[in-house]
């Protein structure tokens, strides 16, 4: 008798990989659109974000001083809304990933414009700021795989 018993687990495995490859972009593009929105309308509610402040330090310093926190602010909870909702329709994901990308810049600035803020000892120790911002290198890697499907691209399962 030929038996295997990991014939199931091929076969479940098989299906897993196939059905992460169909879905897996949608889901990232889902996933990052629902945190920009909800990341981004806590900023129009003062108070709400615990990211406000370090946000309104960051706007200030990249404007030289021209644009305050409190107007600026506003401005950053549109963009990123605008972001989440561009991760929904995929007409404008060029657009989408190019504003996503920009807004990246403002915010790893701190990084560069405030190391007190984002470290406790330089480079490995970050602050709970820190952490906030280093978390985005999934975002934006993930920003990556999803603008590789633009022109059609598609993720591909293995075929063994």
């Known amino acids: ?10 076969s479940a495995d098989q299906w897993i ?3 992460m490859a169909r879905n897996g972009i949608l889901l990232l593009r889902v996933s990052i659109g629902l945190i920009f ?3 981004g309308a806590l900023k129009f509610f003062p108070g709400a974000s615990p990211a406000e402040e370090l ?6 310093i990249l404007s030289f001083g021209l644009v305050s926190a409190q107007t600026g602010l506003p401005i950053l909870a549109a963009w990123e809304c605008l972001i989440g909702i561009g991760m929904f329709f995929f007409r404008f994901m060029r ?3 190019l504003l996503l ?3 990246m810049v403002g915010t790893f600035s701190p990084v560069v414009l405030m190391p007190d803020v984002v470290f406790e000892s330089i480079p490995l120790v970050l602050t709970i700021e820190g952490q906030y911002i ?12 999803i603008g590789a499907t633009v022109r059609g691209g598609q993720l591909q399962a293995d075929a063994g």
């Open 1 to 10: 008798m030929n038996y295997n018993p990991f014939r199931y687990y091929e």
């Open 17 to 19: 990989t196939k059905w």
């Open 55 to 60: 946000a309104g330090s960051s706007i200030e």
């Open 37 to 39: 929105i909800w990341f």
């Open 134 to 145: 280093v978390k985005n290198v999934v975002v934006i890697a993930s920003a990556l795989v």
């Open 101 to 103: 990308y920009v807004q």
């Open 95 to 97: 657009v989408t990933i």
